[in-house]
Structures are given as C-alpha cells and as structure tokens.
C-alpha cells in the first residue's frame, strides 16, 4: 500500500518507511492513497471472528509487503495479551 501525504508535498512511501518517520517531511500525516474496502459479507463475518482475527484481516492491506502473515498473528497476538476480557472490547447494553 502506499501512502502519501495529507499536504501533498512530501514523496509517497510505503508503510515500511513512514513507520521510521512518523510524519511526512513536509509536516503532514501519512494516509493511503487509497483505502481498503470490505465487502458488507466481509462486514458481517466479523461478529463470528475472534477480535484477533478481525485485526488481522483489517491491518493486512495496510501492511502488505512488510509483515508475512505469520508475523502480523504474532503481533497482534503480542498487542492484545495484556486484555482482561478474550473479546477484548466486548459489547454491553
């Protein structure tokens, strides 16, 4: 995926490089260029995933290229541990 700037003035990069930088060098933020779409059947087989699966699927266009799938699992996994609650972010009326 590629991102560019949103002041339209620093080099498009990829998320490899704008991990290193933060912000672009011309002081605006990195979003993509284009944005990944779900599909409404994507959508709806979220409330039966695991929370960790669901971030796997919505990270992995953002991260394409940099991280093997394997190593995403794992990140994820790492980043979601500490959570009391195995949903993580339940629901409540």
Same mark, same amino acid.
């Given at each position: 995926?590629?991102?560019?700037?949103? /002041?339209?003035? =620093? @080099?498009? &990069?990829?998320?490899? =490089?704008? &991990?290193?930088?933060?912000?672009? @060098?011309?002081?605006? $933020? %990195?979003?993509?260029?284009?944005? @990944?779409?779900?599909?409404? +059947?994507?959508?709806? =087989?979220? *409330? +039966?995933? @695991? %929370?960790?699966?669901? &971030?796997?699927?919505? $990270? /992995?266009?953002?991260?394409?290229?940099?991280? *093997?799938?394997?190593?995403? /699992?794992?990140?994820?996994?790492? *980043?979601?541990? &500490?959570?009391?609650? #195995?949903?993580? =972010? #339940?629901?409540?009326?």
């Amino acid at each position: 995926m590629i991102f560019r700037s949103t /002041r339209g003035l =620093a @080099p498009e &990069a990829d998320i490899r =490089a704008i &991990a290193m930088t933060g912000l672009a @060098p011309d002081g605006g $933020l %990195y979003l993509p260029k284009e944005w @990944p779409c779900f599909s409404p +059947q994507d959508i709806a =087989a979220f *409330s +039966q995933m @695991p %929370y960790e699966d669901i &971030a796997c699927f919505v $990270l /992995r266009p953002f991260l394409e290229g940099a991280v *093997s799938d394997g190593e995403l /699992r794992e990140i994820v996994r790492k *980043s979601y541990a &500490a959570f009391v609650s #195995p949903d993580v =972010a #339940p629901l409540r009326d």
